[in-house]
């Protein structure tokens, strides 16, 4: 048994999914949360179990929309999205093959996938084919992890696209930013992975184009509309953030002895560990709490209670975390602002701009 399984305990692992590698890329420097990720730690069950849930995820009935309006585009082989590609891209074919790689079974997807790739890579650059639910793997950390997109990717001309599609409305050409942004990142972790596949297998990666296709809902009915999406800015984030990560082994090898995570179950269902003795060894491991965390991580609320309680300046955002440099708590930096503290080696530059902003701060108030 690994140590990554020592930690994880006797649960299965939870597979990450490519909106969960988007947040991870969000804040690289989480020694907390590139663990828990790595090990595949249930950070929902585990935020819930220490009484600090997350707020958000999607509700039941968000849930069921986003399910009726996938299969609403995706069936009949893909007809309906055939339809849209045909308006969005000016598609001259009368139509295209289907592939469903879910019929494979599940131990075999990734493979099928791969072969199924490979062919389409080498074959006519005029043929194009939709594949649906393909299981595709990205090295995040020095660990594989696996996506299984529910999105289908096709080549025409050579390209391979990913499409992305999202059950929330599109209304009058509008779509709420936020919503676009975040689909634009989750479809850039496909895009990364396709990439990284097809170099494996010998292939331009250029070939998988960055601009997604994202479907949607058209004003609040279930009528599906297309549009294409550039994630080049997307993907620089990620590679740039995935690069700077730090790797699970180092993190590993400073670990207490016999540190673990486990939700493990009783017959009930309910966690046998005691609350406590999980968030104990959940502080065990150093996070980088950063108000983007709220948006994006399970453990936010347990994070942003404990920088909290240790007056940490991570509360202020990372801009701010960042020019303060060495400083990490706000006693600390309000010593070094009001002159209540002599700076230690290497901070004076530091405290100086706190005292001169201090002094700022005071005439504008005066
Ligand atoms: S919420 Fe906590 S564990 Fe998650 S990324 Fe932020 S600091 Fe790390």
Do not use: W
């Not at 060894?281 to 108000?291: D, E, I, M, Q, T």
């Amino acid at each position: 048994m690994s140590r990554l399984d020592d930690l994880r305990g006797p649960v299965p692992a939870r597979a990450h999914d490519a909106r969960a590698i988007a947040a991870l890329a969000a804040n690289p420097g989480c020694a907390r949360r590139s663990l828990l990720d790595a090990a595949g730690v249930d950070k929902d069950a585990a935020a819930r179990h220490v009484g600090f849930p997350a707020p958000f995820g999607q509700s039941q009935f968000a849930i069921t929309r986003g399910n009726v309006f996938e299969s609403l585009v995706k069936e009949n082989g893909c007809a309906e999205l055939l339809r849209l590609l045909r308006e969005l891209m000016g598609l001259p074919i009368a139509q295209v093959g289907y592939q469903d790689v879910e019929n494979v079974g599940a131990h075999l997807r990734a493979s099928h996938t791969r072969a199924l790739i490979d062919r389409a890579a080498r074959e006519s650059e005029d043929s194009a084919v939709f594949y649906d639910h393909p299981l595709l793997s990205l090295r995040i950390a020095g660990q594989t992890s696996y996506l299984e997109p529910d999105v289908v990717a096709f080549q025409l001309g050579g390209r391979f696209h990913v499409v992305e599609i999202k059950s929330f409305s599109v209304i009058d050409g509008q779509a709420e930013p936020e919503k676009v942004a975040a689909a634009a990142r989750q479809a850039a972790v496909y895009v990364l992975a396709l990439r990284a596949l097809m170099e494996e297998l010998g292939h331009d990666p250029e070939r998988v184009s960055h601009d997604v296709v994202l479907v949607c809902p058209e004003n609040f009915a279930n009528r599906p509309v297309a549009s294409l999406v550039d994630v080049r800015r997307q993907l620089a984030v990620l590679r740039r953030q995935l690069a700077r990560m730090t790797r699970v082994d180092r993190l590993l090898e400073d670990l207490p002895e016999g540190l673990t995570f486990s939700l493990e179950p009783d017959a009930d269902g309910v966690p046998t560990r005691s609350a406590g003795e999980l968030a104990e060894a959940l502080r065990r491991v150093p996070a980088r709490y950063a108000p983007d965390c709220l948006a994006a991580c399970d453990m936010c609320m347990f994070c942003r209670d404990e920088a909290r309680g240790c007056g940490s300046t991570d509360l202020l955002g990372r801009q701010v975390r960042d020019q303060l440099g060495g400083v990490s708590g706000m006693d600390e930096a309000l010593g070094l602002a009001e002159g209540t503290r002599e700076p230690e080696e290497g901070q004076e530059e530091i405290a100086r701009l706190l005292r001169l902003a201090d002094r700022l701060r005071r005439e504008c108030v005066a």
